[in-house]
């Protein structure tokens, strides 16, 4: 079966995830299609973090099925490069390449992964340092930018791929107030592209202006969830409801 | 220069640096000195290669591979150098092929005492290399394995571009340690007849008594110039390599 743009781009369906007998996951399904942008909130150890890791084969699954373009994700024949091509993935502690600069940490993958020309990737690699608002920082080592640099790099890394999804967890946590504003713009550029996203966020307001779909989790399961609009004004869940009020 | 020295020796017997002013003495110490700077250079190559890869093969998923690593490194730092120069000249010298000599007459084992010293100390602080490799590579946050992977590295490219050389700057103190003792633990090839420096300058107290002491002097005097260079070549390494916000 082929995929086809009018088919979910990222399809979950009733996923079951443990950690030794700890159930993380207990069933949770849904769908994103091209160009939406999903933010999935919830409580601390909810299983957000954990389910998009599952999307990009970091974590295993113990039960049901995530296909990305139409691609399973847990089969042990997975092709683990391709869909690491089409998802890319920024994580909350940034995770850049410490020895490299900032130039080199984006262009590392497409040169050594995918063997592309480097005159062409540099060309890309400054573009994308351009589009992040990072001109100039390009021969800054990671330790010598503040965090909301480095995340922002951090996406470009990732962009340098070319993915068709990006995977964005909890990517604001580490960040003061001020700086967090800057990764947030970053991202909202990327999805006002027209990049599929997926977040899971505590950044409540940033989830109501960018997002098609809110998904609240709780305990492993998928509350409620509902276009921003319908979902902070009329949650229905009670556990919804305490969540949103602590925070809103 | 060379009439001091020997009038030095007329004046006090036990001081004969005869080495000084005797062209044959002197053609024994230098042929002593290089072979331990090429026994010390090969061993330091192939200890640090027998270090990686075993080190790589320590984190592969087959248990059978894993114990094979585990199974080398307890035989080879649980016993002396000294036995296992002896056990791989001797013993398995012995199995060997031989081919003919230049003379045509005799034969020539096909890996010489040279050769046995050179396998013998590589795998000696190889086994050594491998748990301070090991050490450092525990030392590279887990996350930073998971960015690579999420870029599409696979295991040997994120353990090549990314694991190694952040382990190896964790780990090079440990390294250079290591390599110092290696450098000092060659003189006990002189046990196999390999013509290093211990082995010609006890030739040379050999033939002449009077010789004994400044050939001791000039053994410590030279170890501790090699050592000292190593050392200072190491450390400029390890500066050159910091990286600003990890490690030390």
Request: glycine share 8%.
């Amino acid at each position: 079966m082929t995929w086809t743009a009018d088919q979910p781009i990222v399809s979950i369906k009733k996923v079951h995830k443990s950690f030794g007998t700890l159930e993380v996951l207990k069933g949770v399904s849904l769908d994103v299609m091209k160009g939406e942008v999903i933010c999935i909130i919830g409580p601390s150890g909810s299983g957000k973090s954990t389910l998009i890791r599952c999307i990009n084969g970091l974590n295993d699954i113990q039960g049901g099925s995530i296909t990305v373009e139409g691609q399973e994700v847990h089969t042990p024949d997975l092709d683990k490069l391709a869909l690491r091509r089409k998802v890319g993935m920024v994580f909350q502690q940034y995770n850049l390449f410490p020895h490299k600069t900032a130039l080199e940490n984006v262009m590392m993958a497409p040169v050594k992964v995918l063997r592309q020309n480097k005159a062409d990737v540099e060309a890309r690699a400054r573009a994308l340092m351009k589009k992040v608002r990072l001109e100039g920082k390009e021969d800054s080592y990671p330790g010598e930018l503040s965090g909301g640099q480095q995340q922002r790099v951090a996406i470009a890394r990732s962009l340098a791929m070319n993915p068709d999804v990006m995977l964005f967890d909890e990517v604001t946590a580490a960040l003061d107030p001020e700086t967090v504003k800057e990764v947030l713009v970053t991202i909202k550029d990327l999805a006002a592209e027209g990049m599929t996203c997926i977040l899971v966020t505590h950044e409540m307001g940033f989830a109501r202006e960018v997002a098609d779909h809110i998904y609240f989790t709780d305990r492993g399961v998928i509350v409620e969830h509902g276009p921003p609009a319908t979902f902070f004004d009329e949650a229905s869940d009670p556990r919804t409801q305490e969540f949103l009020g602590q925070i809103l | 220069m060379e009439d001091f020295f020997r009038e030095l020796a007329a004046d006090y017997p036990r001081w004969n640096f005869i080495w000084m002013y005797e062209d044959r003495q002197q053609g024994k110490v230098l042929a002593g000195l290089w072979m331990t700077i090429k026994l010390s250079v090969l061993c330091l190559i192939f200890s640090v290669v027998i270090g990686l890869v075993g080190a790589w093969m320590q984190g592969a998923r087959s248990a059978v591979t894993r114990a094979i690593v585990q199974g080398y490194i307890q035989f080879f730092r649980n016993t002396p150098p000294l036995v296992q120069l002896l056990f791989f000249y001797f013993a398995l010298g012995q199995f060997t092929p031989v081919v003919a000599g230049e003379d045509g007459w005799t034969v020539e084992p096909i890996i010489s005492n040279v050769g046995w010293a050179v396998i013998s100390l590589s795998f000696f602080a190889g086994a050594f290399n491998v748990e301070i490799f090991r050490a450092g590579i525990e030392a590279v946050p887990e996350s930073t394995v998971e960015a690579s992977e999420s870029l599409g590295f696979n295991r040997l490219q994120t353990y090549l571009y990314v694991v190694l050389p952040l382990a190896f700057r964790v780990c090079l103190p440990a390294l250079n340690n290591n390599l110092v003792n290696l450098v000092k633990t060659t003189t006990q090839a002189y046990a196999i007849a390999v013509p290093e420096l211990l082995y010609h300058s006890v030739s040379i107290w050999n033939d002449y008594p009077s010789a004994q002491y400044p050939t001791m002097l000039m053994l410590f005097v030279t170890y501790i110039l090699l050592v000292g260079i190593l050392v200072f070549g190491m450390s400029r390494w390890e500066r050159s390599m910091k990286i600003l916000g990890y490690g030390t």
